[in-house]
């Protein structure tokens, strides 16, 4: 089955793991093991039966109330299998928000129509940060209309706070939807919820279907492999992931960057097999004329027409999860590079999606900046080829931000 | 239970295994002869050509079962592995069971000390239980094997957790395979397992720990086509005949984050 990754949005305790939880119920996706495991637990912690313990395994974010780290649950729909990834809504938490969310094509973004909750910081914080993970594909829920007596006004207040800001940040108009649920009571999520006949739209789970998309590899493009290193114990062969396009036995339009040396496919191995031609998405073992030189790993393989010039000097959007210490690096195309001087061009808040010249980066917020490094390396736009157009910030060791190129 | 493609698993485990042999100087993987640690060798041979470059590892507690044993010879014979047994010591652990699960990490840490492995590949699935599906597909321990679960690193597109400082990296190569999607492989690409998986007299093991805490479920799959056959229809959990994991989930999560596999 073709599987579409779709990561969980929202503000804590919006009902992100609760639906996930309904779900995996209504649809049948859960042993009955499972199940009675996280009523046993619920019992022993004197809570009514939280579906959000069919995600939510450590202790602590049972006792807690809260999801701590990411985890994936799936459901087949029709003919695909969504596979859900659960994220923690908690600020401190984000780096492992950013984690689950890269590995995402659409979104599923929750907010709570209850009284004193609704549009919060985290709604639109992750909503952004989406947005730079090139995420296309929007799925809005307004969760936890029971307590709101299943208003049509609340749904739609909800809809009209977010709008402009989706809006904003670059979602177009017809890339979102917008679906009212009880995700507690299982209501509006597989069908049709009789509390709300105001609501004309498909149940959430169609919706998504209807709005997500098979997630494939630009095999078209031109050639992009980033390599790894040298296959182990063997010098003369070489391994890497194509990311873009598709490369042929014998070509020899094809050189390497940054070293700039014309070089030709002697032989490919995909999986373990000799072939005439490989396609984005693989790894590949490859065969060269010669020994390129230099390091392997931190380089990349492309087509001699298209190929990006290696450059010191980016410029690109962050977004800083850490203050930056005095020395930090971005690890880039597998290899670690040290920042020589950073200067910030605009600062984003990201709860508005206003810039503003102010010349400071602060954790939580983004900012375009441009980035000096210590060498040349074969960055491309991040619209471009995403591989080689993202980074990730570390600030002492420690994960500071990501950066995609612009 | 959900199909996955089998050549984007196949790929993503390959990538993985070669980033881990980039990454780390020491590597050595845990091998149980279960379907499972041998699915994940198949993939290492692909990932290499036809040779798995690291040491594998069976911590042998002398109560598995005779099939397992000679199975482990037919492989490493057949394969040219590189087995390591390190031999556990039966003796009740802190909650006061005695069997495999909790006994073989004090072999494990003897041996990675001794041979100063840096890296240990592990093939647990996310599917196998909770705990495990929060999971990072390479996951530092420290020097006492400890889990640090409450702050994981970030672990974003291929960018994987480099070098503990103190301590290993686990190694996940599996994480995204289901139970079934392993089967499926076996029979595309004829991977031997052990017979134990198969029925007997109507019952089969369907997960492997030792002759102590394993018990058969009811099973009339003689061949791997019967088993996913099976497979595609059950509702009972995979590790159903495993006396461990029918504790609560929290005693799970404090023995792994203690250092227990
Ligand atoms: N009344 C009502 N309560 C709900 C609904 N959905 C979730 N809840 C409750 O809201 C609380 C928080 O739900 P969670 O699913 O843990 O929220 P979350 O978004 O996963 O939170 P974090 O993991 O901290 O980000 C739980 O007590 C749920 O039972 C709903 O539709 N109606
Ligand atoms: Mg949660």
């Given amino acids: 089955m073709i599987v579409r990754n779709i990561t969980m949005l929202g503000h804590k305790d919006h009902g992100k793991s609760t639906l996930i939880g309904s779900m995996l119920m209504l649809t049948n996706s859960v042993t009955k093991a499972r199940i009675r495991e996280a009523k046993v637990y619920s019992k022993k912690l004197h809570k009514s039966f939280e579906p959000a313990f069919i995600l939510d395994s450590f202790h602590e974010e049972r006792t807690g109330g809260l999801t701590i780290d990411i985890t994936r649950a799936e459901i087949p729909y029709r003919d695909v299998a969504f596979s859900f990834i659960d994220v923690p809504g908690h600020e401190e938490l984000i780096k492992n928000m950013i984690s689950g969310a890269s590995y995402a094509s659409t979104a599923l973004l929750l907010v709570s129509a209850k009284k004193d909750e609704g549009i919060r910081d985290q709604t639109k914080r992750h909503l952004y940060i989406a947005r730079m993970l090139g995420i296309r594909n929007l799925v809005v829920a307004v969760n936890k209309m029971d307590t709101v007596r299943y208003k049509e006004a609340r749904f739609s207040e909800m809809r009209d706070g977010l709008l402009p800001f989706i809006n904003k940040i670059g979602f177009g108009e017809d890339a979102v939807k917008f679906v009212p649920i009880s995700a507690y009571r299982g209501e509006g999520i597989v069908s049709k919820s009789g509390n709300m006949k105001w609501y004309k739209g498909e149940p959430l789970i169609e919706t998504l279907y209807a709005m997500s998309a098979d997630e494939s590899n630009d095999s078209s493009g031109p050639v992009r492999v980033i390599l790894q290193g040298f296959l182990d114990g063997k010098k003369d062969l070489i391994v890497g992931k194509l990311v873009r396009g598709t490369l042929r036995e014998g070509e020899n339009d094809i050189c390497t960057i940054p070293q700039n040396e014309r070089i030709k496919i002697k032989g490919i191995i995909v999986n373990g097999k000799r072939v005439k031609k490989a396609v984005a998405g693989e790894p590949v073992a490859l065969q060269l004329d010669k020994k390129i030189s230099g390091e392997a790993r931190g380089s990349i393989i492309c087509g001699f027409l298209y190929c990006p010039i290696p450059k010191s000097t980016i410029t690109a959007r962050i977004f800083l999860t850490e203050m930056l210490g005095k020395d930090f690096s971005i690890k880039f195309n597998g290899i670690d590079l040290p920042v020589k001087s950073i200067k910030v061009n605009r600062y984003i808040d990201t709860t508005t999606g206003e810039a503003s010249s102010k010349k400071a980066i602060e954790p939580l917020n983004a900012a375009d900046a441009t980035i000096s490094l210590e060498s040349k390396v074969p960055v491309e736009k991040f619209d471009e080829t995403r591989e080689l157009g993202r980074f990730v910030l570390y600030s002492r060791g420690k994960f500071a931000g990501i950066g995609t190129v612009l | ?261």
């Fill in chain 2, 1 to 261: 239970m959900i199909e996955q493609n089998l050549k984007t698993l196949e790929e993503k485990s390959i990538y993985i295994l070669r980033e881990a042999k980039q990454k780390f100087s020491n590597v050595a993987a845990l091998w149980s002869m279960g379907k499972d640690s041998t699915t994940m060798l198949a993939l290492a041979r692909k990932a290499f050509l036809g040779k798995v470059p690291f040491p594998v590892i069976h911590i042998d507690n002398r109560i598995d079962f005779p099939e397992t044993y000679a199975f482990r010879e037919y492989l490493s014979k057949k394969w040219n592995l590189d087995l390591i047994v390190a031999y556990s010591e039966i003796k009740p652990d802190p909650i006061g069971s005695a069997c495999c699960g909790r006994n073989k990490p004090e072999a494990l840490k003897k041996v990675m000390k001794e041979y100063n492995f840096d890296a240990l590949i592990v093939s647990i699935r996310r599917d196998e239980h909770g705990i495990r599906s929060k999971e990072r597909y390479m996951s530092p321990r420290d020097e006492k094997f400890r889990w640090d679960y409450k702050n994981q690193p970030a672990e974003l597109w291929d960018d994987y957790a480099s070098k503990a400082t103190k301590g290993h990296v686990r190694i996940h190569p599996l994480l995204d395979w289901n139970e079934i999607d392993i089967w499926r492989y076996i029979q595309q690409e004829k991977v031997p397992v052990n017979p134990l998986y198969f029925s007997r007299n109507g019952f089969r093991y369907r997960s492997l720990g030792c002759t102590h805490c394993t018990v058969p479920v009811k099973s009339d799959a003689k061949s791997v086509k019967d088993i996913v056959k099976e497979l595609k229809i059950t509702k009972t959990e995979e590790r159903s005949g495993r006396s461990m994991d029918k504790e609560n989930e929290y005693v799970m999560q404090r023995l792994r984050s203690l250092g227990y596999m």
